[in-house]
């Protein structure tokens, strides 16, 4: 039983590693319940402390994951309309396949932009913030599970 545990909190660890950059994963998550598999079994001892403080980081790059396009997109000098394509982006394209989750919050900002009177060029600007706030998420998920799994490795 506990070498079934082991593989599948390694399992878990590289659905996480993927699930940052495939949609519909959720990678940090998945990482994350490795861990506490890997708990269960008698080789692995987490402090509950350190279990709880990666709760929060789990969390947090999940909620970061939703908001950092909007971010990025008011950084590069979008408006209201803007941050709300980007958002509303990022949801539509959770539906639209990796593209879709790609060219989502991009695509969403744009005619956010274009809807709210901007210029071509600037809305392609606050396009760009978008899709750089996605690429700076998915680095952060990236980091999280990476560290997550470089604990668990280093508990064996």
């Not at 079994?41 to 909620?63: H, P, S, Y």
Request: with cysteine.
């Amino acid at each position: 039983m506990e070498i079934f545990l082991l593989v599948m909190a390694f399992l878990c660890m590289l659905v996480g590693i993927i699930g940052c950059i495939v949609p519909g994963l959720p990678g940090v998550p998945v990482a994350y319940l490795g861990l506490w598999i890997a708990q269960a079994t008698e080789r692995v001892d987490f402090t509950w402390q350190m279990l709880f403080i990666w709760g929060i980081v789990t969390i947090a790059a999940t909620v970061l994951d939703y908001v950092v396009p909007a971010w990025g997109t008011k950084q590069y000098g979008g408006t209201k309309y803007g941050v709300w394509g980007s958002t509303i982006g990022v949801f539509v394209g959770l539906f639209a396949g990796p593209w879709g989750v790609i060219l989502g919050p991009l695509v969403g900002a744009v005619l956010g932009e274009l809807i709210g009177g901007k210029e071509a060029r600037e809305a392609l600007r606050a396009g760009w913030g978008s899709f750089l706030g996605l690429l700076f998420g998915t680095i952060l998920k990236l980091i999280c599970c990476g560290l997550m799994t470089a604990a668990l490795i280093a508990q064996m």
